[in-house]
């Protein structure tokens, strides 16, 4: 299946600085990536469909002008948090789709994220 | 819109012991796509097990065996001599078949400890 990677592992910010967490398919390419989050023991929440080519498509609620996704090649899709705050601290993890009518998902390793 | 609900938030079983976690969903969907992922301290999400709604025969990987009962919406993961390396979050998630978007919906998760 497919390997997923992502960078960088770990982050400390301050509040209001911007942060880019990658995304990268090493073996396989993903015209859609996911990025999820991960408060501390809590369920993955999916934040976002990132679309090569195109603009993502955010899940309700979540704030597209604060978390701006960039999906600019089949391998590589970018996480930007902008403007963070302590509140955003959390586990940020993406996943590629694959297999036939992508049954399958591939789960990168996460970022951990803490705003101070 | 669909849903997951997890109602074991931990569990705690003896090594070599089976244990089984619950899962029930809600959906209007016919075809679709379940799952159970494991979630280890190091956070990587590993595909545990799949089941495909339109196969009645439950799905069995090694020591993980699910028991798929679709009228009920049910979907309960049976881990049998249980080891030490079992200990980890899981998660049950749901799937459309065949959704452009392909995103999954997680359940809370249980918390499950082997004992030595």
């Known amino acids: 299946g497919a390997v997923v990677s992502q960078h960088p592992s770990r982050v400390i910010c301050k509040s209001g600085t911007s942060v880019k967490i990658e995304c990268r398919s090493l073996d396989f390419q993903a015209t859609t990536m996911f990025w999820y989050r991960q408060f501390p023991k809590q369920s993955l929440m999916l934040m976002a469909t990132?679309?090569?080519?195109?603009?993502?498509?955010?899940e309700q609620g979540v704030e597209k002008d604060k978390f701006l996704i960039n999906h600019a090649s089949l391998t590589l899709s970018t996480l930007t948090v902008t403007s963070a705050h302590p509140e955003d601290s959390s586990f940020y993890i993406c996943?590629?789709?694959?297999?036939?009518?992508?049954?399958?998902?591939?789960f990168g390793p996460g970022t951990r994220l803490t705003v101070l | 819109a669909q849903t997951v609900t997890q109602s074991q938030p931990e569990m705690s079983v003896q090594e070599a012991e089976t244990v089984t976690l619950s899962c029930t969903y809600d959906?209007?969907?016919?075809?679709?796509?379940l799952f159970w992922y494991k979630q280890p301290p190091s956070r990587q999400m590993i595909l545990v097990i799949r089941q495909e709604a339109y196969k009645q025969q439950n799905a069995t990987e090694n020591r993980f065996s699910v028991n798929f009962q679709k009228a009920a919406k049910s979907f309960s993961l049976k881990i049998s001599d249980s080891q030490l390396g079992d200990t980890a979050m899981y998660f049950c998630?749901?799937?459309?078949?065949?959704?452009?978007?392909?995103?999954?919906?997680f359940g809370s998760g249980t918390r499950l400890s082997i004992r030595p």
């Open positions: 996943s590629v789709p694959q297999g036939r009518g992508h049954n399958e998902q591939f």
């Open positions: 998630a749901f799937m459309r078949t065949y959704s452009s978007a392909s995103k999954i919906i």
């Open positions: 990132s679309n090569e080519g195109s603009k993502a498509t955010y």
């Open positions: 959906t209007s969907e016919n075809n679709y796509y």
